[in-house]
């Protein structure tokens, strides 16, 4: 079975801090997301990779950068988290069709 | 106007209840489409493909009209483990390439 395995479960971090969060897939898998959902608003892609070293911006990539340096590892960051970044945030890798989601990391930035 | 479009719900239903979500899509270049299923904070994942012949697994019947630009999903004789939110997603292409999730619809089913 493909695994997606995000670094946390839940985040508590302060307004300004730098916040970076991890995730990893075993399956080799080309193309990798990042989303966050929310209440309302579903889910909404910030970042994507279909390859290492190259990223595209999703619908709402204001305020997070983003990592690909090997395959398996897609890494999102908040330069300087703000308390509208709370969230839960979800990682997804894809290989043709199907995404394969990450058991999500709840974020709080209090 | 949102490139998915689902129902909002909530939907409420016995058990043993037969419903139907249905979700629309803007962008005629769409190629694939799935339903995902969410239960509660837990991660989305993969609950069928939609094929534009329409397919069957067990209770779920997924369809695709691509004239009108929806897909649907029916679920027969609800169990209450059929209880969780159902995502719509859209492809636009089946390589690199973003995927577009409906806000989901939520389903209870009670006893």
Request: charged share 25%; net charge neutral.
């Amino acid at each position: 079975d493909v695994k997606v395995t995000q670094s946390s479960r839940y985040l508590v971090k302060r307004t300004g801090e730098k916040v970076f969060l991890e995730c990893v897939q075993d399956m080799d898998h080309e193309n990798m997301f990042w989303y966050r959902q929310d209440p309302g608003l579903g889910l909404r892609l910030i970042y994507f990779s279909y390859d290492v070293k190259m990223k595209e911006k999703g619908d709402i990539p204001e305020g997070y950068s983003v990592s690909r340096e090997k395959k398996e590892r897609f890494s999102l960051i908040l330069e300087s988290a703000s308390t509208n970044q709370t969230s839960m945030y979800l990682c997804a890798s894809r290989l043709d069709t199907e995404a394969f989601f990450g058991q999500g990391t709840r974020l709080t930035v209090v | 106007r949102k490139e998915v479009e689902q129902d909002p719900g909530p939907f409420n239903v016995p058990e043993g209840a037969t419903v139907a979500f249905n979700c629309t899509y803007s962008n005629s270049a769409s190629q694939s489409f799935f339903w995902y299923r969410q239960d509660c904070r837990k991660e989305p994942k993969l609950l069928m493909s939609v094929y534009s012949s329409g397919n069957e697994d067990g209770r779920f019947t997924a369809q695709l009209n691509r004239a009108s630009q929806y897909i649907s999903l029916l679920i027969r004789d609800s169990k209450l483990s059929d209880s969780a939110t159902y995502l719509c997603v859209v492809f636009r292409n089946t390589n690199a390439g973003k995927s577009t999730f409906g806000d989901g619809t939520t389903l209870t089913v009670k006893p």
